[in-house]
């Protein structure tokens, strides 16, 4: 792909979390993940016009420990397990470590949001919020 | 946020779609989106080692043709309904104009992975890849 297709994140808030160390973390949110809160930078809190108390929110993260050059890998780390390919997993080692986090938003305020369940480290961007989608005719 | 934050994504693939304007685009994949092929960079085709035939995937997509600008809209465009935050929306506009699509792979091949109810443009930029996650015990 050609140098015209290079695509810059920008950084629109961080995760504040207990996990200090992804060995820590659990793999997945709903696996004994902490509360946790997403700090955003008070220029895109705009965006979160509308949020309510309960919602269900994906969070998209950029998961910076992450190798990128990594392309197969064991599930869940399991020797047991033969390697597969990254986009066959939830592995955060991939070309782009881009995390997703389905979360319930608890409370919010300031710039904050606190949800439950988000199992990224202390420290870990945030790249963008998006709703989960309800039934057709809710939308 | 610093510039020591600035992300870049690789563009790892390519949608190939009959989809040819964002406004014939469905607003959702399950809202009467085409099969569409996944093409993509032949560097990381063994990346979908273990892809089924079947499977459901997250297909992450850069929205190149979004605004990055705003903060606000009004949800599925409708004039009759208020704005409110791009975070709460599934806009293509926001900050990082990230697309999430889950897809069911019809086949795969070459370097290109058929799919169907796909409602991202013909040339959309692919980031990555995942299996949508099943029970705690399958995983």
Redesign the interface.
């Given at each position: 792909?050609d140098d015209e297709?290079?695509?810059?994140?920008?950084?629109?808030g961080?995760v504040r979390s207990p996990l200090r160390d992804p060995a820590d973390a659990p793999?997945?949110g709903?696996?004994g993940a902490p509360r946790a809160q997403v700090v955003l930078?008070p220029q895109?809190w705009?965006?979160?016009?509308?949020?309510q108390v309960g919602?269900e929110?994906?969070v998209?993260t950029?998961l910076h420990r992450a190798r990128?050059d990594v392309?197969?890998t064991r599930?869940?780390n399991d020797p047991h397990r033969p390697?597969?390919?990254?986009?066959?997993?939830?592995s955060p080692d991939?070309?782009?470590p881009?995390g997703?986090h389905p979360v319930r938003v608890l409370a919010f305020g300031g710039n904050t949001v606190e949800v439950d369940g988000l199992e990224a480290i202390d420290g870990t961007?945030v790249?963008?919020?998006?709703?989960l989608?309800g039934p057709?005719d809710e939308?």
């Open positions: 792909m297709q290079r695509l810059e994140l920008r950084v629109i961080v793999r997945q709903d696996e930078d895109v705009p965006g979160l016009d509308g949020l919602q929110l994906l998209l950029w990128r392309l197969q599930p869940r390697e597969q390919g990254v986009f066959t997993t939830r991939r070309p782009n881009l997703l961007p790249v963008d919020l998006k709703p989608l057709l939308r």
